[in-house]
């Protein structure tokens, strides 16, 4: 089945602070794998988009990596401001149709 | 920046009545979707369309959900009889070719079904 798991579910960091979230999948065929801000009964905004050949990606503070081979991800977040609180989400696309297949995401709260 | 705008951004609406979610995708677009989020679950995929018929649909999407595209700009999900677990954020999204592009996704409709 084609699924995208997300850890940890949840997670608190004071602001300034470092973190990393980790994303598995194992939607197949695989073309590309999409991290996303949602924040709070808002739709999700596109952080980063990578395809298998792509091993880094980075957009200001959030760096995001690919393992196409364990079919690993995960997303970094440098110097964290409150502003990052969100929840961020992995998606993956299939080869055709761009369907996407959403992680639960991680809920991130960034305290002062 | 041209984005998708969706309305009304709260719909209320009674157990087996129709229900219609407004979508303007941003211009020359060509791959429409539309997905759903039950409260503190995850979002998920509902249909894509695209040259005027259906792509692909997922399991969710019965008889009861159908989508137009009536005038070009316009791309609108009805739910024909509504039941209380289609309370849920609908998320409409539109790409601009096939490949790896941004799914642009507009701000979501909250359907509440009392």
């Known amino acids: 089945k084609n699924q995208v798991e997300q850890s940890p579910q949840s997670l608190i960091i004071l602001e300034g602070k470092n973190c990393t979230l980790q994303?598995?999948?194992?939607?197949?065929?695989?073309?590309?794998l999409r991290w996303y801000k949602q924040d709070t009964g808002r739709g999700p905004v596109s952080l980063t988009i990578?395809?298998?050949?792509?091993n880094t990606k980075s957009n200001g503070r959030y760096t995001a990596t690919l393992d196409a081979d364990t079919k690993q991800s995960s997303l970094h977040i440098t110097a964290s401001q409150l502003s990052d609180s969100a929840s961020y989400i992995c998606v993956v696309s299939k080869a055709a149709g761009n369907k996407l297949t959403f992680g639960g995401g991680t809920r991130v709260l960034v305290k002062p | 920046e041209p984005e998708v705008t969706q309305t009304p951004s709260h719909q209320v609406t009674q157990m087996g009545q129709e229900v219609i979610l407004r979508c303007v995708p941003i211009?020359?677009?060509?791959?429409f979707y539309w997905y759903r989020q039950i409260l503190g679950q995850k979002v998920e995929f509902l249909v894509s369309?695209?040259?005027?018929?259906?792509?692909?649909k997922s399991e969710i999407f019965d008889d009861q959900f159908s989508v137009e595209r009536p005038d070009g700009s316009n791309f609108t999900l009805k739910i024909r009889s509504t039941k209380l677990e289609d309370s849920a954020m609908y998320f409409c999204?539109?790409?601009?070719?096939?490949?790896?592009?941004?799914?642009?996704f507009g701000p979501g409709t909250r359907l509440t079904v009392t």
């Open positions: 994303c598995n999948y194992t939607v197949s065929p695989f073309s590309n």
């Open positions: 211009s020359n677009h060509l791959y």
């Open positions: 999204a539109s790409l601009p070719a096939s490949g790896v592009y941004e799914q642009y």
């Open positions: 369309f695209y040259n005027n018929e259906i792509s692909e």
């Open positions: 990578m395809t298998f050949s792509e």
